[in-house]
């Protein structure tokens, strides 16, 4: 079993960063594959970047590569998304994920954070 925590969410000016982190209890975490997902009002919820356990093998969206940087520290339970250059339309909850399947591309995440809030001004 494992549980999940974001924090590091708010309001940030059009331009600006955040750094969500994502902490998990369980031992088990540092074997699973970790993922970003957001939702925005009125839209479905998004699969967004993932990593795998060792942090070898990382996963962006289009819209996000080049401005997000996903990462893990295994020895701290903990997981990140460097979020960088954000616009007005990356305004969602943001949700960390952790699975035990290998593929990191794959949508697919057993374990759930409770999600935290990203607004972008402009």
């Known amino acids: 079993q494992v549980q999940l925590v974001e924090s590091g969410g708010g309001l940030v000016q059009a331009g600006g960063s955040l750094r969500l982190s994502c902490t998990a209890s369980g031992r088990t975490f540092i074997t699973y594959r970790m993922g970003w997902f957001r939702q925005a009002p009125g839209k479905e919820r998004e699969f967004i970047a993932a990593?795998?356990?060792?942090?070898?093998?990382?996963y962006y969206i289009d819209s996000v590569k080049g401005r997000f940087t996903i990462s893990r520290d295994n020895a701290k339970n903990t997981g990140y998304l460097q979020m960088n250059t954000l616009k007005p339309e990356d305004t969602a909850v943001y949700y960390c994920?952790?699975?035990?399947?290998?593929?990191?591309?794959?949508?697919?995440?057993?374990?759930w954070g409770q999600g935290t809030q990203v607004t972008v001004s402009s």
């Open positions: 990593i795998s356990w060792n942090g070898g093998s990382t």
């Open positions: 994920a952790a699975d035990w399947r290998a593929v990191i591309t794959t949508p697919t995440y057993s374990y």
